[in-house]
């Protein structure tokens, strides 16, 4: 599930579903929900190369 999530953002990260949650200044999340974790990632494009990706955290959704 988080591999899907990871595709999804390396194929389309301006799509919806790369963005589907903002946490203002940049930052974009993906929740990834499975039968026991909530999944959090969070990401934002490098500011000297737009081209590039940065995942900022990848861990248990805090907010669920």
């Known amino acids: 599930m988080i591999d899907d999530a990871l ?3 390396e194929a ?7 963005r589907r949650r ?3 200044g940049g930052l974009w999340g993906i929740t990834v ?5 909530d ?3 969070i990401w934002e494009y490098d500011q000297e190369d737009l081209e590039l990706i940065r ?3 990848l861990g248990a959704d805090p907010f669920a």
């Open 39 to 41: 999944w959090l990632i």
């Open 33 to 37: 929900r499975d039968r026991s974790d």
């Open 55 to 57: 995942v900022r955290y």
């Open 7 to 9: 595709d999804i953002l």
């Open 12 to 18: 389309d990260p301006g799509g919806a579903q790369a």
């Open 22 to 24: 903002s946490f203002g």
